[in-house]
């Protein structure tokens, strides 16, 4: 796509309930990474993808949080048993490559709400 | 672990003024220094990026310089505009062969007229 698309824009959800917030990338970009952005704050680094794997998930808070890619395109990235302190805005951003200095360019967000 | 700190947080200057927020990193290795704006509820977007090959990049009333034996890193702007005003971060890639970005903790940025 012209963009790196996230889905959905919102959710709110119960505690303790899944979610799972997807990314679709720019056509071409074989890295893909997620960072996690709370009220205020700035940007979390999550994992990263390099196609389908993922060399580097050191920012993932707990073992509730888990992400694939598949077909070196979209990925999903899974919170169980969601807590409040999840509650932020789940960015997803994607880059030609994953090695040496390249431009990140980032999506729109999904806002998770946790009640 | 490797880190990238920003300051100040805040900053607030009259239009036509300049701006000036700086970044230091821990990672010796690392190799590329981008910029990012965020205005209020959007995504972040690059606005200018700088490697380590070079010390000081412009881009018409921006313009970012590089430190690296400090590890320090600055963005310059010039006759500021109300619609600079904005959340900025700067980020710094985790060793030299990576794209992994540290963030640092933003500057939030008014614009007065």
């Known amino acids: 796509g012209a963009g790196v698309s996230q889905s959905p824009s919102n959710k709110v959800t119960e505690k303790g309930k899944d979610v799972e917030l997807r990314c679709d990338p720019i056509?071409?970009?074989?890295?893909l990474y997620w960072y996690r952005q709370s009220l205020g704050q700035g940007l979390e680094f999550l994992i990263y993808f390099q196609g389908n794997s993922a060399p580097d998930k050191s920012g993932l808070p707990s073992d509730r949080f888990s992400a694939e890619r598949t077909g070196g395109s979209v990925s999903t990235l899974t919170i169980q048993r969601t807590q409040q302190e999840d509650s932020a805005v789940y960015l997803c951003a994607s880059s030609f490559t994953s090695s040496g200095a390249n431009v990140l360019t980032f999506g729109a967000g999904s806002r998770l709400t946790v009640l | 672990g490797e880190n990238v700190e920003q300051h100040p947080s805040t900053l607030s200057v009259q239009e036509g003024d300049s701006a000036v927020i700086k970044c230091t990193y821990s990672?010796?290795?690392?190799?590329?220094f981008p910029w990012y704006k965020q205005e209020l509820g959007k995504r972040p977007q690059l606005i200018i990026d700088i490697r380590s090959n070079v010390g000081e990049k412009k881009d018409q009333r921006i313009a970012v310089t590089l430190n690296k034996t400090a590890k320090h890193f600055s963005l310059h702007i010039t006759e500021t505009q109300p619609e600079d005003s904005a959340v900025y971060f700067c980020?710094?890639?985790?060793?030299?062969?990576?794209?992994?970005?540290?963030f640092g903790q933003g500057t939030t940025l008014q614009v007065k007229p």
């Open positions: 990672d010796s290795a690392s190799n590329y």
């Open positions: 056509s071409g970009h074989t890295a």
């Open positions: 980020a710094a890639n985790l060793g030299s062969n990576t794209g992994k970005l540290i």
